[in-house]
């Protein structure tokens, strides 16, 4: 018998389950293949809790900027418990517009966030050049965001789970995880190797998976689905050619270690096909290539495809969903930002009954 099985090892439920471990828990992750080989090794590990919110998601935008601000911290201690680095910058991000139209748009976000008292600063075309002097001479204007840091998501997988194991966690890989029910109730998972883990409480932290899992309750029915996204990345040779994160209107560029730039992302009705388009990939290059013309000499060296696990809403879905289940999935395209509440929430809920934030609970589908 553990504490907490966990189903699912994505940054998700690594975290979850190192944060427990760390409070005194035994804990078992279960994963179906390596450790982040879902949409966490896709990601691109921006933490921008503005930029890809609507105007309208106030909760969500909250939520976002909480996480936000759990991360510097997060990220010491992982690499301390760890002994990795995982690559947390704070350069900051800086929001591009190239059209009339990118500007309205700029403005409205720009508004919003100012209205609730983020630090952000507007930049004329030349000023934006002064700060990436790579940049298109196109470019109209842009908000430089210096509290919209990123991290290494892989590298990230990769401490998340060493740390887990130094707080003396349990990791199965390579294991189909299943749901067990007895009276009426959720005790644990069964692996696909026949093992049977009784626990206090299971976690599904199975990402865009998570509605799949064998074993969930006939009267559970999860709205998540995957959201297809497709990327690539380009090295790039002498000094790097951007310093932050950019985002112009249709793609994104972040800058990595050694002159790596990661191109992202489509966002896609497309279930779990994870072939890669010609369309797709054409408009994530003829996009990087109108901010950064200089990326003309750029050698290809990945293309990827990913699945966020997004609900109808765009925010999570954090709570018991049936006595003894615990449901932590549908991050949507922010799911390396909320780790750490997320993480948190679960905790606090399991540890001290903390009820998690009402905006967030899987109730407010039924
Ligand atoms: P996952 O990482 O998908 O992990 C779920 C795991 O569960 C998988 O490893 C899977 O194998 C396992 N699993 C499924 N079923 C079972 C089972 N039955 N038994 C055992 N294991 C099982 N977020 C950001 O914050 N910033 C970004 O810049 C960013 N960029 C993104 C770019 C792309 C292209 C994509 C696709 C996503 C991006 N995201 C970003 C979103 C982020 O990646 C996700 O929200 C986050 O990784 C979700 O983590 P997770 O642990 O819930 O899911
Ligand atoms: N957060 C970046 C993406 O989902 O593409």
């Keep these: 018998m553990v504490d907490s099985a966990i189903i699912g090892g994505g940054v998700i439920g690594l975290a979850i389950g190192w944060r427990l471990a760390l409070r005194g828990q035994s804990v078992v992750v279960i994963e ?40 510097p911290e997060f990220a010491a201690e992982l690499e301390s418990a760890s002994g990795m680095i995982i690559n947390y910058r704070r ?31 507007w930049l004329s075309a030349s000023q934006c050049r002064e700060m990436e002097p790579a940049v298109s001479s196109r470019i109209r204007g842009g908000v430089f965001s210096p509290h919209d840091h990123q991290v290494d998501n892989r590298l990230l997988v990769a401490a998340l789970r060493r740390a887990f194991l130094a707080a003396g966690g349990r990791l199965v890989e390579d294991c189909d995880a299943r749901l067990v029910q007895s009276h009426q109730r959720i005790s644990g998972v069964a692996l696909a190797e026949g093992e049977v883990i009784t626990a206090a409480q299971t976690i599904l932290a199975a990402g865009a998976w998570s509605a799949q899992v064998v074993g969930l309750p006939d009267s559970i029915r999860l709205p998540i689905r995957p ?27 972040v800058p990595r270690q050694g002159g790596r730039i990661l191109v992202g992302a489509t966002v896609e009705e497309a279930g779990f096909d994870p072939r890669l388009s010609f369309g797709g990939i054409f408009g994530l290059m003829e996009g990087a290539w109108r901010v950064l013309p200089a990326l003309e000499e750029a050698k290809i060296s990945e293309f990827w495809t990913g699945f966020r696990p997004s609900s109808p809403d765009d925010a999570p879905l954090i709570g018991e969903i049936y006595p003894g289940l615990i449901l932590a999935s549908g991050h949507h395209r922010n799911g390396i930002l909320l780790t750490p ?26």
């Design 32 to 71: 179906r293949a390596k450790t982040g080989s879902g949409a966490s090794h896709a990601a691109a590990g921006m933490l921008a809790a503005g930029v890809e919110v609507e105007p309208t998601e106030t909760n969500l935008w909250q939520l976002n900027r909480a996480s936000q601000q759990l991360w």
């Design 341 to 366: 509440i997320t993480a948190k929430i679960v905790g606090d809920l399991i540890m001290e009954a903390t009820a998690p934030p009402p905006s967030f609970l899987p109730s407010r589908f039924d």
């Design 91 to 121: 350069e900051g991000t800086l929001a591009l517009a190239l059209t009339p139209d990118d500007l309205r748009r700029l403005t409205q976000s720009y508004d919003f966030q100012l209205s609730h008292g983020v630090e952000l600063n």
């Design 227 to 253: 959201l297809k996204g497709q990327m690539l990345a380009v090295e790039t040779e002498g000094a790097p050619l951007i310093e932050r994160v950019i985002w112009s209107p249709t793609v994104y560029l």
